[in-house]
């Protein structure tokens, strides 16, 4: 017994129709579709993770002094605004 009660010779029979309906031809350029489908997805999720763990590496932990620094500059930018306005 084979994969979940097909044998072996029962699976080589439906390759043989398989062949016969649709030709070499078709069948190899599905598979070289197919296999560049597979490929195209396996860069892609690979270009996918290494763009988000350089982004968490790339982030730093937010210490005190650099919020500090960057909520004074932000206020001063505001009340430079507000100045130019009035």
């Known amino acids: ?3 979940g009660g097909i ?4 699976l080589l029979i439906v ?3 398989v062949l016969l309906l649709f030709g070499t031809k078709k069948l190899r350029n599905l598979g070289s579709d197919l ?9 892609t999720m690979k270009d ?8 968490e590496t790339t982030e730093s932990p937010a210490d005190p002094e650099s919020l500090a620094e ?11 605004k ?5």
Do not use: C, D, H, N
């Open 35 to 43: 296999g560049g489908a597979v490929k195209g997805f396996r860069s």
């Open 1 to 3: 017994m084979g994969m």
């Open 82 to 86: 507000e100045s130019t306005k009035a």
């Open 7 to 10: 044998s072996i010779w029962q």
């Open 70 to 80: 960057s909520a004074e500059s932000g206020e001063e930018a505001e009340s430079e």
């Open 48 to 55: 996918s993770t290494s763009a988000e763990e350089s982004s």
């Open 15 to 17: 390759l043989v129709i």
